[in-house]
T-cell receptor, first 113, second 116 residues
Framework: LAKTTQPISMDSYEGQEVNITCSHN???????ITWYQQFPSQGPRFIIQ???TKVTNEVASLFIPADRKSSTLSLPRVSLSDTAVYYCLVGEAGSGGYQKVTFGIGTKLQVIP | GAVVSQHPSRVICKSGTSVKIECRSLDFQATTMFWYRQFPKKSLMLMATSNEGSKATYEQGVEKDKFLINHASLTLSTLTVTSAHPEDSSFYIC????????????FGPGTRLTVT
């Protein structure tokens, strides 16, 4: 499984754009990149997933360069409720169509008023 | 979106007893379910992967005789912590995934286990 490296913590003021970069130098050809958000004492919540280039949904954007050795989660105009731990995951595709992933330490984002 | 539930949300048990945690996919068929454990201020640690109708695959260092996993149907997986000890106290989270093309895992809300 590809190992991921991301900053342990980040602070941001409300209303700012936040970019969290994750390194995954050993990503395999069939690996997808997925980001999750976790609040204390809750299960992780899916944010976004991508394979290459750029993916955008209603809550975030994911930028993946051509070599796929890193990815950047972009959160536009964060609010206090975005304070959480953000995990970057890279998983191999299982034979049953599932993705087995390993959680890294995650990035603790603190949004400041 | 897909919903995964866990029951109970919190449980306190005495040392030496067994505790069963249920994980259900409410609106989709979960071909694969995962069980994680998370200690305070730590990341999630994958314990095992289970596919419906087959034996679970445990990660290295996880005792399969202590953490019994059953995935009897496409909507239900159970984790039984047998002969629980205080060091088993943790936050247990399950996730479920359906079929391709998405590899998204849908996580349950977690179960807080406290062993006294």
């Amino acid at each position: 499984l590809a190992k991921t490296t991301q900053p342990i913590s980040m602070d941001s003021y409300e209303g700012q754009e936040v970019n969290i970069t994750c390194s995954h130098n050993n990503i395999a050809t069939n690996d997808y990149i997925t980001w999750y958000q976790q609040f204390p004492s809750q299960g992780p919540r899916f944010i976004i997933q991508g394979y290459k280039t750029k993916v955008t949904n209603e809550v975030a954007s994911l930028f993946i360069p051509a070599d796929r050795k890193s990815s950047t989660l972009s959160l536009p105009r964060v609010s206090l409720s975005d304070t959480a731990v953000y995990y970057c995951l890279v998983g191999e595709a299982g034979s049953g169509g599932y993705q087995k992933v390993t959680f890294g330490i995650g990035t603790k984002l603190q949004v400041i008023p | 979106g897909a919903v995964v539930s866990q029951h109970p949300s919190r449980v306190i048990c005495k040392s030496g007893t067994s505790v069963k945690i249920e994980c259900r996919s409410l609106d989709f068929q979960a071909t694969t379910m995962f069980w994680y454990r998370q200690f305070p201020k730590k990341s999630l640690m994958l314990m095992a992967t289970s596919n419906e109708g087959s034996k679970a695959t445990y990660e290295q260092g996880v005792e399969k005789d202590k953490f019994l996993i059953n995935h009897a149907s496409l909507t239900l997986s159970t984790l039984t912590v047998t002969s629980a000890h205080p060091e088993d106290s943790s936050f247990y989270i399950c996730s479920a995934t359906g079929t391709l093309p998405s590899y998204e895992q849908y996580f349950g809300p977690g179960t807080r286990l406290t062993v006294t």
